[in-house]
């Protein structure tokens, strides 16, 4: 460590205080400290904004997908239903008196 104190055997004629353009091996120590520390900020600032576009990228992929997975779904649903199930509601509500009602098919659907 260097420090700005003379030797004890330097000439009284030498300033003991450091002026004010020198600055203390302290001071130089922190200043290049703060800059190293804002330079590391910058590019973890940089980095923040190119995760932010990369995500905002992905979700915009993700959001072309909601027509076919909605599609996807419906389809879905209608294959889960269970057909044994339809039937014996059907025969259910026969035996109860209800009647069942055809509609007149129309050719143009």
């Known amino acids: 460590m260097s420090t700005t104190r003379p030797p004890a055997g330097a000439s009284s004629s030498t300033s003991t205080q450091p002026t004010s353009t020198e ?9 290049a400290l703060l800059n190293e520390i804002g330079i590391s ?8 904004n190119k995760l932010n576009r990369s995500l905002e990228g ?3 992929v993700g959001n072309e997908f909601s027509s076919v997975e909605a599609l996807w779904s419906t389809f879905e649903n209608v294959m889960a239903k269970d057909p044994d199930a339809e039937a014996a509601a ?4 026969r035996e109860e008196g209800e009647e069942e009602t055809e509609l007149p098919e129309h050719g143009n659907r």
């Open 90 to 93: 059907g025969e259910e509500g």
């Open 41 to 48: 900020f910058e590019h973890v600032l940089a980095n923040i």
């Open 23 to 31: 600055k203390t091996f302290f001071e130089q120590q922190r200043e």
């Open 58 to 60: 992905v979700i915009a």
